[in-house]
T-cell receptor, first 112, second 116 residues
Framework: DAGVTQSPTHLIKTRGQQVTLRCSPK?????VSWYQQALGQGPQFIFQ???????QRGNFPDRFSGHQFPNYSSELNVNALLLGDSALYLC???????????FGPGTRLTVL | AQSVTQPDIHITVSEGASLELRCNYS??????LFWYVQSPGQGLQLLLK??????LVQGIKGFEAEFKRSQSSFNLRKPSVHWSDAAEYFC??????????????FGKGTHLIIQP
């Protein structure tokens, strides 16, 4: 049973560019959440998708947007990249009405 | 707004010794509480969780945690650590809504170092 998968593993971009990160949830899960983890910090909640809609959002600017597809996979898009966007981006999946999120290995984004 | 405080940034423990990692939370409603572990370059692995019931919960890898409502704490313990326990440990709080897992609020983490 495959767990949560994310792609790519690493990514290098320059300031002002746009980036798309991808996540496939654990089998049987229909809810996807995204987190940003800066170096030396705990993860911070960006947003959560359920039934192809953003259900909950953390304190992140509109430059951060997402999408969920009918197969429950999800994308995180970040526009107008800033140096401060450099971080590990974690995807977590869960089953609606379940209390536990399972995390993927993350995508390491470096903005130069 | 909810918050999680992990007072210890780094903890060094000798192999075979006992371990306690502290976590204090601030939350207005009935919280879900979690402990996750992160090895270098890896994602987060769930160690244990608490929602209700017995305040002492058992997790994987021999870890346990005790929920103390009066102290707003959820400390993680292990009676005897192994070198493989060296990692970053995160405490997190979430909202119980009955409708699924909401976005979690994490502490800044405690880096555990194991001395031989």
């Amino acid at each position: 049973d495959a767990g949560v998968t994310q792609s790519p593993t690493h990514l290098i971009k320059t300031r002002g560019q746009q980036v798309t990160l991808r996540c496939s949830p654990k089998s049987g899960h229909d809810t996807v959440s995204w987190y940003q983890q800066a170096l030396g910090q705990g993860p911070q909640f960006i947003f959560q998708y359920y039934e192809e809609e953003e259900r909950q959002r953390g304190n992140f600017p509109d430059r951060f947007s997402g999408h969920q597809f009918p197969n429950y996979s999800s994308e995180l898009n970040v526009n107008a990249l800033l140096l401060g966007d450099s971080a590990l981006y974690l995807c977590a999946s869960s089953s609606d009405r379940a209390d536990t999120q399972y995390f993927g290995p993350g995508t390491r984004l470096t903005v130069l | 707004a909810q918050s999680v405080t992990q007072p210890d940034i780094h903890i060094t423990v000798s192999e075979g010794a006992s371990l306690e990692l502290r976590c204090n939370y601030s939350y207005g409603a009935t919280p879900y509480l979690f402990w996750y572990v992160q090895s270098p370059g890896q994602g987060l692995q769930l160690l244990l969780k608490y929602f209700s019931g017995d305040t002492l919960v058992q997790g994987i890898k021999g870890f346990e945690a005790e929920f103390k409502r009066s102290q707003s704490s959820f400390n993680l313990r292990k009676p005897s650590v192994h070198w493989s326990d060296a990692a970053e440990y995160f405490c997190a709080v979430g909202r119980y809504s009955g409708g699924g897992a909401d976005g979690l609020t994490f502490g800044k983490g405690t880096h555990l170092i194991i001395q031989p």
